[in-house]
């Protein structure tokens, strides 16, 4: 479940909705905005709302998580209390028997397809554009070192623009970037999942048929699980 936003004013509501997750899945995973405005007193309620999470959380950092420029001080605060954040980087779980490998990195704007936006012209356009083939570079370089029978991308930006359908299209390209989807389709992954698109479509599939599930809250209204199925 992504784009939790976490602030005092919601607090207890996240600790209700994960009240059944230990029974019901074997790893619990957030794709981006943990917080509301990125503060870190707003990570520390995020910490005690999965305080009773027993079986292992991954987790990533999205826009809001950034906005006050405390991200190493969020995850930090998450990493001392068990929680895997990931950045370009990769983590490997045991799992009924099975090695599950996660990747995850924020990723960025800049279009899909014929319309990905190149890094041309002026220099904020091309500073804004490159941040974006950073995050793909992190997802691709994570990917590519990953051995797991099973391969889990997890973002907080939309790697397709399918799964953005409902909300303005004026804003897909602020949304996501078809540059994530690149190492997905070029390096393979079993499922992808990703939130930010509050208003947008629950599932999609890359180019070449890799599930893509936007599990942004407004869409899920609680934690969903999901089955691997045979490597």
């Known amino acids: 479940m992504a784009d939790v936003h976490c602030h005092e004013q919601v607090r207890g509501r996240l600790a209700s ?7 019901r899945a074997d790893v619990l995973v957030f794709p981006g905005d943990l917080t509301l405005i990125g503060h870190a007193s707003e990570a520390r309620i995020f910490v005690e709302e999965v305080r009773a999470v027993r079986i292992p959380i991954i987790a990533i950092l999205g826009n809001h998580d ?7 001080a969020i995850t930090d605060l998450l990493r001392s209390h068990r929680i895997r954040v990931l950045d370009g980087t990769s983590t490997v779980l045991s799992l009924n028997s099975s090695s599950v490998g996660f990747v995850g990195v924020k990723g960025f704007c800049g279009g899909f397809g014929r319309h990905l936006v190149a890094p041309f012209g002026e220099q904020p356009l091309k500073s804004f554009l490159k941040a974006g083939l950073r995050e793909a570079h992190k997802l691709e370089e994570a990917l590519r070192g990953l051995q797991a029978d099973y391969r889990v991308v997890v973002l907080h930006y939309a790697p397709i623009k399918e799964t953005l359908v409902g909300e303005s299209p004026e804003l897909f390209p602020f949304l996501g970037s078809s540059s994530l989807c690149h190492p997905v389709d070029q390096l393979g992954a079993d499922v992808v ?24 809250r407004t869409l899920v209204h609680g934690f969903m699980v999901y089955t691997l199925g045979a490597p």
């Open 17 to 23: 909705e994960l009240a059944t997750v230990n029974e």
């Open 193 to 216: 999942f990703h939130g930010h698109a509050h208003y947008g479509t629950h599932f999609g599939r890359t180019p070449r048929g890799t599930p893509v599930y936007n599990v942004a």
């Open 66 to 72: 950034h906005e006050l420029d405390q991200e190493g």
